[in-house]
C-alpha cells in the first residue's frame, strides 16, 4: 500500500513532508473507511509503522496523530497478534517526577508524557467488545502487570475495568497464575495492606 512506503520511507530518511502527507491520508481513510479499508492497512503493516514513528522523539506529535486514529479502529485487530499486542500495551508510559512539597518532603509520583494517549487505550480497550472478548486477550494480561506498568493510573482502571470478566474466564482456562500476579501486585502496593503489617 503507498502510504506504508511514503511513511516507511519518510521515516527512515526523515522527510517531515511527506510524513504528514502519508499520516494525514492514513487518519482520513481510518475514520472514513470500511472494514475492507481498515483490513488493508492493517495488512500493509501500518501499527508496527505507527510504533517505529513513535520511537523517534523528533517524530513524536506526528506519531501520536497516527496512533489517536489507528488505536480506536484497529485494535481490535491489533490484540490477535502476540507481538502487536506487546507493543501496543508499551504504549502505557510512564516518567517519574519529584515534588518538593511545602513540607519539604521530597514526593515521588509517576505520570504519563502521553496521557492523551493512555486515555485513547484505556477507551478502545474497554469500549470494544471485539477487543475484551477476543479469546486472545486474557493471555495478555501479564504484559499489563508489569510492576512499572501499573503505575500507570490507566493501566490500574483497566484492570478494574476487564476483572470481573476476565478473572471467571482466567480460571476457566487454568491461568490462575495471572490472577495471583495480579492480586501479589494490589497486596503489595496498596497502602490498606501495609497498615496491617
Do not use: C, W
Not at 25 to 54: C, N, W
Request: hydrophobic share 45%; glycine share 2%.
Amino acid at each position: 500500500m503507498l502510504f506504508h512506503k511514503v511513511l516507511i520511507i519518510s521515516t527512515r530518511h526523515g522527510d517531515p513532508a511527506l510524513v504528514v502527507a502519508a499520516i494525514e491520508a492514513t487518519t482520513q481513510l481510518l475514520s472514513k473507511g470500511s472494514s475492507y479499508e481498515h483490513r488493508k492497512l492493517m495488512d500493509a503493516d501500518i501499527f508496527p509503522v505507527a510504533i517505529r514513528l513513535h520511537q523517534n522523539p523528533s517524530q513524536r506529535q506526528l506519531s501520536i496523530k497516527l496512533l489517536y486514529s489507528v488505536i480506536p479502529h484497529l485494535s481490535h485487530a491489533i490484540i490477535l497478534n502476540e507481538g502487536m499486542a506487546e507493543q501496543l500495551f508499551s504504549l502505557f508510559e510512564y516518567v517519574e517526577v519529584s515534588l518538593l512539597v511545602p513540607s519539604q518532603t521530597l514526593i515521588f509520583l509517576f505520570s504519563d508524557p502521553d496521557n492523551n494517549l493512555s486515555q485513547t487505550l484505556y477507551q478502545s480497550l474497554t469500549s470494544d467488545s471485539r477487543v475484551s472478548g477476543s479469546s486472545t486477550f486474557p493471555e495478555f494480561l501479564p504484559l499489563l502487570l508489569e510492576t512499572e506498568r501499573m503505575r500507570n493510573p490507566s493501566v490500574t482502571n483497566l484492570l478494574l475495568h476487564l476483572a470481573p470478566d476476565m478473572v471467571p474466564r482466567l480460571i476457566d482456562t487454568r491461568r490462575v497464575d495471572i490472577v495471583v500476579r495480579a492480586l501479589k501486585y494490589v497486596v503489595s502496593s496498596h497502602p490498606y495492606f501495609h497498615s496491617l503489617k
